[in-house]
């Protein structure tokens, strides 16, 4: 999963929780990186302790409003409430939700007031590259919520169908995702769904609040020469219009089996089912436990995390931190 952000050269598995000396040279790091919360071990000891005394440690600021935490509170909230599909007569185009918020700077969607969209921030995640001559421009999209391995997958499918791929990925407003998912989907906003996309090295551009139906306007305006989608089912426009129709017109549609079960509804049903087990009354900011799970908290957010694979945003921005530092940004 983290191999396929664009700023990623190299992983290294199974690595080591307490980050030490060894290891940044076992794999020839200049140093190592992460955000500016701390992270301490079983007792309260700094993880990064030993490299920053070296000096081989560098730190970048945390996206405000976007955590692993946040996410799996807003899909806890499935189990308690969920939102009826659009009206049909509705335009959501027209909609005060359009970008993510509401008349209070909320979105009715997702719930999401904190996070702050700005172009500065989308540049820095674009990769600014116009579709060259020979590129075969392929357009796929969807809701791509809770990015994960699954969506990935698809992807890679899909850039390995031409020699010289330019994949162009349509994400559909909040709204428009809410008719077709129901309850209280997308969990992401438009705009945490927006750096996730444009962090994969296989997108190389991202159309913003994207029409549900690919239109003939759509293929022209982008010079697409294929249109792809996953094997997950296609819901009928809101007026029983199949969304593909123009793309299989053109016989220009192609559907791309990914190979991978994993959805967002997965990934949702993994954490609602294992929510009574964490400890979360006991743990502290920074998941120090203070009652008597204190013994369990290790294995209980290595749990966590493995449910929750897939959410990239926040190591995306430490990725990018640390390309435009070496870049001399």
Known sequence: ??????????????????????????????????????????????????????????????????????????????????????????????????????????????????????SQKIIQFASGKEPQPGDTIIYVAGAFDLFHIGHVDFLEKVHQLAERPYIIAGLHFDQEVNRYKGKNYPIMNIHERTLSVLACRYVSEVVIGAPYAVTADLLDHFRV?????????????????????????RGIFQLVDSGSNLTTDLIVQRIIKNSTKWPVPGWTKHGIATSSAEGEISSVRTEWESMTSGVIITVVEMCWMLALEEAGV
């Open 1 to 118: 999963m983290v191999q396929a952000i664009k700023w990623v050269d190299e992983i290294a598995p199974g690595a080591p929780y307490v980050t030490t000396l060894e290891t940044l040279d076992k794999y020839n790091c200049d140093f190592c990186v992460h955000g500016d919360d701390i992270t301490l071990t079983i007792d309260g000891k700094d993880t990064y302790e030993e490299v920053k005394t070296a000096g081989r440690y560098r730190e970048c600021k945390r996206t405000q409003g976007v955590s692993t935490t946040d996410l799996v509170g807003r899909m806890l909230l499935m189990t308690k409430a969920h939102h009826s599909n659009i009206d049909e007569d509705l335009d959501y185009r027209k909609h005060t939700d359009n970008f993510g918020k509401g008349p209070k700077g909320r979105s009715p969607w997702t719930g999401v007031s904190q996070f702050l969209q700005t």
């Open 225 to 249: 020469t294929l249109v792809c989608h996953g094997m997950t089912e296609v819901v009928p426009d809101k007026d029983g219009s199949d969304p593909y129709e123009e793309p299989k017109r």
